[in-house]
């Protein structure tokens, strides 16, 4: 129990163009999701934290505007990196959460973004 | 602010050698306590976790954990190492204080190697 899954698992995009990145929740409903990007030998740095109907809260010094996130409903949450350029490369993972009164977060398999 | 320290960036074991990752939290009082390990292009899984109770928790794959409150410490640990294990292993902190978001403080990594 508690799967998560991301689609894509990678892509490749050209500078300038937006993607979009989706997690799902497969076995429960996710009321909060949070992102993670993680840069190579890194650890996790969260980006935003979103439940679900609402606005997503940012990390400082996260661009609200350039990664856009959608919770809208309680399986899934998606993330759209806008005009995408090279130093938006990396790995993004995204977690979900069953209940608001625990810490346990549930992780996808990440999606790996290179921008050329 | 919670954070989260793991002194070891990287580790190297011989195969069916014993394994001890460390781990120190910086909190005020009793957090929640994880270890999660990601294999390479992988997400995270996690092993264990430290709520409350016995001091000594037990997880997948063989993994054990100890919390330690006068050492502020929440070490990982492994009688016999299968070459499987080469991984990034990543301590993690909930912290109470958080606030209704609960997120989870990550620790910089540990990267295991594995020696045949």
């Known amino acids: 129990g508690a799967v998560v899954s991301q689609h894509p698992s990678w892509v490749i995009c050209k500078s300038g163009t937006s993607v979009k990145i989706e997690c799902r929740s497969l076995d429960f409903q996710a009321t909060t999701m949070f992102w993670y990007r993680q840069f190579p030998k890194q650890s996790l740095m969260l980006m935003a934290t979103?439940?679900?109907?609402?606005?997503?809260?940012?990390e400082q010094g996260v661009e609200k505007d350039k990664f856009l996130i959608n919770h809208a409903s309680l399986t899934l949450s998606t993330l759209t990196v806008t005009s995408a350029h090279p130093e938006d490369s990396s790995f993004y993972i995204c977690?979900?959460?069953?209940?608001?009164?625990?810490?346990?977060?549930?992780f996808g398999p990440g999606t790996r973004l290179t921008v050329t | 602010a919670q954070s989260v320290t793991q002194p070891d960036i990287h580790i190297t074991v011989s195969e069916g050698a014993s394994l001890e990752l460390r781990c120190n939290y910086s909190y005020g009082a009793t957090p929640y306590l994880f270890w999660y390990v990601q294999s390479p292009g992988q997400g995270l899984q996690l092993l264990l976790k430290?709520?409350?109770?016995?001091?000594l928790v037990q997880g997948i794959k063989g993994f054990e954990a100890e919390f330690k409150r006068s050492q502020s410490s929440f070490n990982l640990r492994k009688p016999s190492v299968h070459w499987s294990d080469a991984a990034e292993y990543f301590c993690?902190?909930?912290?109470?204080?958080?606030?209704?978001?609960?997120?989870?403080?990550f620790g910089s990594g540990t990267q295991l190697t594995v020696l045949p």
């Open positions: 977690s979900a959460r069953w209940a608001s009164g625990t810490y346990e977060q549930y």
């Open positions: 430290y709520f409350s109770g016995d001091t």
């Open positions: 993690a902190v909930g912290a109470p204080s958080s606030g209704s978001a609960r997120q989870l403080t």
């Open positions: 979103s439940n679900e109907g609402s606005k997503a809260t940012y």
